[in-house]
């Protein structure tokens, strides 16, 4: 391990224990925690300031600068750059909103819209590097579990990558719930051709499983419990502080799920801080829908800190407990994000306290009501990323945001992903609606935007378009 610039080690610090680069862990060997991967920052050529990676714009025909990932490599620096598998992920914006500050009452907030990925989510930013390590390891077939967008990034990768592996696809297997999946999403898996199982249960059932499968098959699992996927995500920040001139915002805001962003997003900061490159850090705000609040509970309920690995283990096995017995299941129309059991938990009560975080939640009503917003700007997004505009509009009513601070919303995935909501949404009314979304407490539409019904006749149209 000496030799390598680069290492994995468990997140526990209590136990530390280091791996080789190519050694292939969901989990420390020792311990069981999570891992991380570590660099040799002295080995590492670092840029002097971060503005220096600008410099990489000028030669974008080279696929590794091109790439919103890779353009910033020496600090995601695990493989020699003839492995990294890219497919042009992270050409993503940030934008201003104004009816969203409005909605929200801040002043400044901008949404990085992570939509604009090759397979539509943000998720494209940790599968490259993800497909990076698996073709280090000489991965032949891959798998991950998912509400949807996971599998939508992996059959992508899988197949779109063949021209850097000789030609040859990599066998994708994935596996979803029976229940919620956007069909935006599945559609995605099954045209790029991934072997799509479908199992009775929850995301939860198709994890465990999935975990599993990989094990006694050899299969090179892509989950976010795969470490090397959230050093792909850690460039989304480097994207928003690159498109911020690289002022550090005052808050970061994401919908939480499995935890995984959240928990890129603590490790980027704390690096590049501890590197020098930044001299303040942003703080970290997560949103959980309200049908699927895990984190929210144990956060805010039950008062969980990371406490510097110190945390309460035994705390979070009578919460999942607790809610096995009362069958208290995840139930959200954000369906990307309905999890009972977060796999990164313990990484984002790390990324919570290095970044001075908060836990929020939003009901299916706020978050639709968000989401009709963002669409307003005209960019959209699905239901679960307007978690995170929800969230900001909560927390600037509690105080927690104050309204001069600079806010950056991450909206995680596209509008297309889960159009039939949207649709709802905008033509129901009354009992429909009711009958339609009544079931996640949505009883209103305030933001529709309603299709006009009109017989095909000149005048009706044109009486249509009169106000
Ligand atoms: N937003 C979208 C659009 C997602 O698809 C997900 C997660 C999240 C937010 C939550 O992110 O897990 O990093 O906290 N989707 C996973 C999937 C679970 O299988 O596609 P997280």
Redesign the pocket.
């Known amino acids: 391990m000496k030799n390598e610039t680069a290492f994995q080690r468990c997140a526990n610090p209590a136990c530390g224990a280091t791996y080789g680069i190519r050694e292939v862990l969901t989990a420390c060997q020792r311990c069981g925690a999570l891992v991380d991967i570590a660099y040799d920052w002295e080995r590492t050529p670092l840029p002097w300031k971060l503005s220096d990676f600008e410099r990489k714009w000028a030669t974008r025909n080279n696929p590794l600068h091109f790439s919103g990932v890779w353009r910033f490599k020496e600090l995601l620096n695990f493989a020699p750059d003839n492995q990294v598998v890219t497919i042009g992920e992270g050409q993503t914006l940030l934008r201003g909103e104004p009816d969203v500050a409005a909605y929200t009452g801040v002043k400044s907030i901008r949404l990085q819209y992570e939509g604009l990925n090759p397979s539509g ?3 494209d930013n940790g599968m490259t590097a993800g497909f990076t390590h698996a073709r280090m390891v000489g991965a032949k077939k891959v798998a ?8 939508a990034s992996m059959a992508a990768y899988a197949s779109a990558s063949a021209e850097v592996n000789e030609g040859r696809k990599l066998e994708a297997v994935v596996f979803v719930g029976s229940g919620r999946i956007a069909m935006g ?1 599945l559609s995605q898996a099954l045209d790029y051709g991934a072997r799509t199982i479908q199992i009775k249960g929850y ?1 939860d059932d198709a994890m465990r499983r999935v975990t599993e499968v990989s094990q006694s098959l050899g299969i090179y699992l892509l989950n ?1 419990v795969n470490p090397f996927r959230l050093e792909g ?1 850690k460039a989304i920040m480097y994207r928003v502080l690159e498109a911020l001139n690289w002022e550090v915002p005052d808050w970061i805001v ?9 928990s890129a997003f603590g490790k980027a900061f704390k690096e590049l801080h501890d590197l020098g490159l930044v001299s303040r850090l942003p703080r970290l705000a997560v949103i959980n829908a309200a049908g699927a609040n895990t984190l929210y509970r144990l956060y805010n309920t039950e008062k969980l800190r990371w406490n510097g690995g110190h945390y309460d283990r035994a705390k979070v096995e009578a919460f999942y407990a607790q809610m096995d017995a009362e069958h208290r299941d995840a139930n959200t129309l954000a369906s ?2 309905e ?1 009972n059991r ?1 796999v ?1 938990l313990s990484k984002c009560l790390r990324a919570l306290e290095w970044l001075n975080g908060v836990v929020g939640e939003a009901t299916d009503q706020e978050i639709l009501d968000a989401k009709a917003i963002v669409g307003r700007g005209g960019i959209g997004c ?1 239901p ?2 307007a978690a995170s505009v929800a969230g900001v509009k909560r927390l600037v009513a509690d105080g927690t945001i104050g309204r001069d601070e600079r806010v950056v919303c991450v909206i ?2 596209h509008q297309l ?1 889960a159009a039939q909501t949207t649709v709802q949404y905008h033509s129901l009314t009354g009992s429909k609606l009711r009958k339609e979304l009544g079931e996640f407490g949505v009883g209103s539409n305030p933001y529709a935007n309603k299709p006009i019904q009109v017989p095909n006749e000149l005048p009706a149209i044109l009486k249509a378009l009169e106000s």
Do not use: M, R, W, Y
Request: aromatic share 6%; net charge positive; proline share 6%.
């Open positions: 989510s943000f998720k991950c579990a998912s509400t949807g967008n996971t599998s999403k995301f976010s995500q994401v919908p939480g799920g499995n935890l995984g962003n959240s990307a994000i999890i977060p990164n699905e679960t990323s995680t995935g992903k």
